[in-house]
Structures are given as C-alpha cells and as structure tokens.
Nanobody
Framework: VQLVESGGGLVQAGGSLRLSCAAS????????MGWFRQAPGKERELVAI????????SYADSVKGRFTISRDNAKNTVTLQMNSLKPEDTAVYYC????????????????WGQGPQVTVSS
C-alpha cells in the first residue's frame, strides 16, 4: 500500500486547510484510515480515525468540532478538513492505513504517507 498526501502549507490562525491522501491499493475498503500529527519535540498523536466503510469516525479532543475526516472508497482517498486552525495545530501530518478494525496506536498502522507540513501562524 502506498499513501500519497497533498494539501499542507502555511495558513493564518482561524483559517482552513484540506489534506488529502490517495492510496494505491485495490482493497482500500479493507483498511481503517487514520490521520496523525507530530509537532517538534512531541510524540506522534492520532488526530482522527475513520472506519472501513466510513460509517464511524473519532477525533482527538483537541480537534473535535474543527476537523472532519472522510473517505471515498470508490476513489481510494481519505481527506482531513481542518477549520478554525490554531497555532498549536502546527505539525507534520501523516495519513496511515491499518488492517485492524479500530487501531488507536501508531504501532497498529503498517502503512504511512510522507507527511506534509502544516504551519499555522498567529
């Protein structure tokens, strides 16, 4: 499985960005997808997770109500819409795929994207 992300960049606080992740795999709907982020000097953390069908999602408390994860199994893509961005959202963001049902740890994900940088200025 190869994951290719796009959409990072620089934005002012209060602004929005949309991250996309395209997967090169024939069985995309058998993978649970997650978005992680890692800020300098911090551990990689799970931001959002979406089930194989897209019917279930979950978010870190820090982004709940501001970020939305979605997927299109026909196009093999997963998206993270980020609104009302804050400087503390600045990090490298990673798309990841897991063949487990509801993986919450980085160690449960076998496939990772390259990680675009998201920078939110105050």
């Amino acid at each position: 499985v190869q994951l290719v992300e796009s959409g990072g960049g620089l934005v002012q606080a209060g602004g929005s960005l949309r991250l996309s992740c395209a997967a090169s795999v024939h069985t995309f709907n058998t993978y649970t997808m997650g978005w992680f982020r890692q800020a300098p000097g911090k551990e990689r953390e799970l931001v959002a997770i979406i089930s194989r069908s897209g019917g279930s999602t979950s978010y870190a408390d820090s982004v709940k109500g501001r970020f939305t994860i979605s997927r299109d199994n026909a196009k093999n893509t997963v998206t993270l819409q980020m609104n009302s961005l804050k400087p503390e959202d600045t990090a490298v963001y990673y798309c990841a795929a897991s063949d487990l049902i509801w993986p919450l740890s980085t160690r449960n994900y076998a496939y990772w994207g390259q990680g675009p940088q998201v920078t939110v200025s105050s």
